[in-house]
């Protein structure tokens, strides 16, 4: 059974090249019978059903929302970790795993500079990252009952939709939500924000919480953190950042814009964005220990045995889950593996590329949004009618091709196509065919 998973994986990974990105099927014949199934017959069945159907996510050519790749030694990991299955929650059930997870933690405090006290844990991703994070902040700023409407939370509107999904899911609705205005970079004005709070205290209101993200979704902005940090801790506020995509980019060329990240009291990241690791895995770490086992820790009889020991070795006392997937592993292994120079090597290629691309994009008379701060910016053909409509069917036109995978959104009301340059296997001449792809559906709208 490995020799066929294994013959399977290379013909996927050879394969890459020059399949589709993008493949606007149904999946079918996937439902469970009582019908036994061979092995070479359900890897006929996943290929068509699943890698050939929707996005091909592993793919370079997935330039649309945020890719990623998958790395190989990420899945590696995967099969051990599911082989061995040590419990990675608790560290008295596997002082080995739970010290991966840890380490996994402290490496990444080291990188935003965030202190040896702080705490974190490994997630399934950005959104439940958010979760944990907005709780400890609920906590420790004891936002509940009849608090919660007085309360204010600010937000940009170019903030990820996990962000106000997080605040509805902990029992937040009620808050007061205000957005900041931004300037023509899709960045946070500081002294809006001030303005917001100034007149929410005039009003007999608190403010509670301010977002900035470093890398949004839409544009790839970084907000201006330090500022940000400044007047969160004047007015006492929470200072949450959102660094799920653009993260990682702290350890290239690009570092000066995440200046004041390290003031943050929580933040989220996505090795399943930036580091390219497959789906399943992001981050969170928060400052106040004590905010994160409010909610977190809690004993119980039948786990008295590793009860004595120290709290914040178990994973499961600063997260929600107990049970869990060994994920530390498929961070841990691949940077042991290779080092974190080709990691950064390949964020320094996307930051090239995604110029290239728009330098392309402006050569075929393309509008283009403002100069990125990182890999995902936005552009748009100005037709002299129907802009918006003319634009939609573009996309509708790439889609159909499939070739290249990018994917719309609206920014200041406009119909924009988005560019999303992460994937480690996004090379200049993938680059190259979504231009001659773009070029030709142009041709079909004009
Ligand atoms: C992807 C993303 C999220 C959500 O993370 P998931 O891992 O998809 O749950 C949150 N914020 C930003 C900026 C993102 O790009």
Known sequence: MIESVTDYANQFISGLSTVKAFQDKEATSLEITNQKRSLSELLDLYQKQVAETGINAASGK???????????TAALADFIAAITNPFASVHYASPGAATIENEVINWLKTIFSFPESSVGCLSSGGSISTLIAFTAARDQHKVKNEFIPKNVVYLSEQVHHSTQKALRIIGLEDVVIRYISLDSNHKIKTDSLEELIQNDIAAGLQPF????TAGTTDTGTIDPLDEIADIAKNYKMWFHVDAAYGGFFIMTSK????????KADSMIIDPHKGLFLPYGVGAVLIKDSSAVLHSNYY????????????MLKSPANVSPELTKHFRGLRVWLP???HGIEPFIACLEEKLLLVHYFRNRLADLGF???PEPDLSVSYFWYPFETDADQKNKQLMDAIHADGSVFLSSSIIENRFVIRIAILAFRTKKEIIDEAIEMIKNCLTKIK
């Open 367 to 369: 509008c283009l949004g």
């Open 299 to 310: 004993t119980a009889n039948y786990m008295q045995d590793g009860a004595s020991e120290e």
């Open 209 to 212: 919480m301010v977002v900035a």
């Open 255 to 262: 570092k000066e814009l995440f200046k004041g990240i390290e």
């Open 335 to 337: 940077l042991q593996i």
């Open 62 to 72: 997935h330039l649309g929302y945020i890719p990623g790749g998958g790395v190989f």
